[in-house]
């Protein structure tokens, strides 16, 4: 691993709702972000060296030149180098860290990095058609895979190593849902019992595999932004959270070389990014982790070391996932309630993680929060990244 010698810390930032956001475009979701971080970092417009927007698009917006976008939400962001950065449901990470390796080799002193998506101005089978093609295609999506059925079949391979854990995966919906009535910027702000997660009904079918309707993320519109400086520069602002490790890990694309029950590579990034911060996953205060259907986050307590591989659900028999746990986890409702924008999900865990940690998450806030832990993930567990973040100021 390098040694970094320049720091890097989040000093503004914005989110906008999720949703169904109706006449927002991908540009108005972008610029109005954009406006707020830089004005929450209380500095100029002109201050910024370089910005990187995360999408995926794909097809959702018929713009896919999209970076430039950005300078329209100030005129001294002209002449700004502006790139936009692809990684599937992972490209909000990969933008800011793009934008951290920028500052890091002295290429700027302040980034703006922005994450956005508008989903729902295409069909329900355009959705799932463009998300599809983040798989293997080859082997994956040509087959008729799409993803749900690509973590249907995650799900069933757990199931059958492990023991049907149809009642685990309803209870991380229950939490998730619980935890997003108190997100603001949350799509669906309204609690589910258990009785309804658990149970396939008319309100709740099979979507794939052994998945239901509530182990499913939600199709959205949205966006975040983050304003990262240079340690020396963030000195001088009013907040600082401090980018305190980070890591990519890529696996194989193709899900027949890999065995996905496993989740390697989230396991070999959480490890990395720890082993950097030089702390142990019980040292942080909270964590952000990639729920895009339920048996992801399941599958995320094993790999971040909360219990050992087939033993995830304990984490919630004992409490330690939930409000007020040893290890709280997707206090923002995660992407199950507050929503999935794909561009704009890791930005969005940075901007949630950091209001935490400065204490200005509101209903979600965490006492004394010192240490966050945020995992996102593109496609079948193929792009992982995991940050650790720490409050500066």
Not at 58 to 85: K, Y
Not at 103 to 125: C, N, P, W, Y
Not at 188 to 208: H, Y
Not at 255 to 273: I, K, L, N, Y
Request: with cysteine; glycine share 10%.
């Amino acid at each position: 691993m390098t040694q970094r010698n320049v720091g890097v810390s989040i000093v503004g930032w914005a989110h906008s709702p999720f949703g169904r956001l109706g006449e927002a475009d991908l540009e108005s979701l972008i610029t109005d972000v954009s406006r707020e971080a830089i004005a929450h970092a209380g500095m100029p417009a002109a201050d910024i060296d370089s910005i990187w927007l995360g999408n995926l698009n794909g097809g959702f917006s018929p713009e896919i030149f999209c970076s430039s976008l950005v300078l329209q939400a100030d005129d001294d962001l002209r002449f700004r180098p502006a790139t936009r950065v692809e990684n599937a449901c992972a490209s909000g990470a990969a933008a800011l860290y793009a934008a951290a390796d920028a500052i890091e080799a002295g290429r700027a002193k302040i980034a703006l990095v922005v994450g956005a998506e508008k989903m729902t101005a295409v069909s329900g089978d355009e959705v799932t058609r463009i998300l599809g093609s983040a798989s293997y295609v080859k082997e994956e999506a040509s087959r008729g895979m799409s993803f749900p059925a690509i973590f249907g079949t995650v799900a069933s391979g757990y199931f059958e190593r492990y023991g049907d854990q149809s009642e685990t995966l309803a209870r991380i919906a229950v939490k998730n849902h619980a935890n997003g009535v108190a997100n603001p910027y949350a799509q669906m702000r309204k609690a589910l019992d258990f009785a309804f997660c658990n149970t396939v009904s008319e309100k709740n079918p099979i979507i794939a595999g052994p998945l239901r309707k509530t182990d499913c993320s939600l199709v959205s519109d949205g966006a975040a932004a983050v304003v990262l400086a240079a340690d020396d520069v963030a000195a001088g602002l009013s907040r600082a959270v401090r980018l305190r490790a980070r890591a990519q890990v890529n696996d194989f694309l193709p899900m027949s070389r890999r065995d996905t029950v496993a989740f390697e590579g989230p396991r070999r990034a959480w490890q990395q990014a720890l082993s950097q911060a030089g702390c142990g996953i019980w040292d942080l205060s909270f964590a952000e982790v990639h729920d895009c259907f339920t048996i992801a986050e399941l599958l995320s307590y094993e790999a971040m070391g909360l219990t050992k591989p087939g033993e995830g659900a304990r984490a919630l028999e004992d409490g330690t996932v939930f409000r007020g746990g040893r290890l709280p986890v997707n206090l923002s409702g995660g992407l199950k309630a507050k929503g999935h924008p794909i561009g704009a999900t890791g930005v969005s865990m940075h901007v949630i993680s950091a209001m935490q940690l400065t204490g200005t998450a509101g209903d979600m806030q965490v006492p004394d929060a010192s240490l966050a832990g945020i995992f996102n993930m593109g496609g079948s567990a193929v792009a992982n990244y995991v940050s650790i973040l720490e409050p500066v100021k």
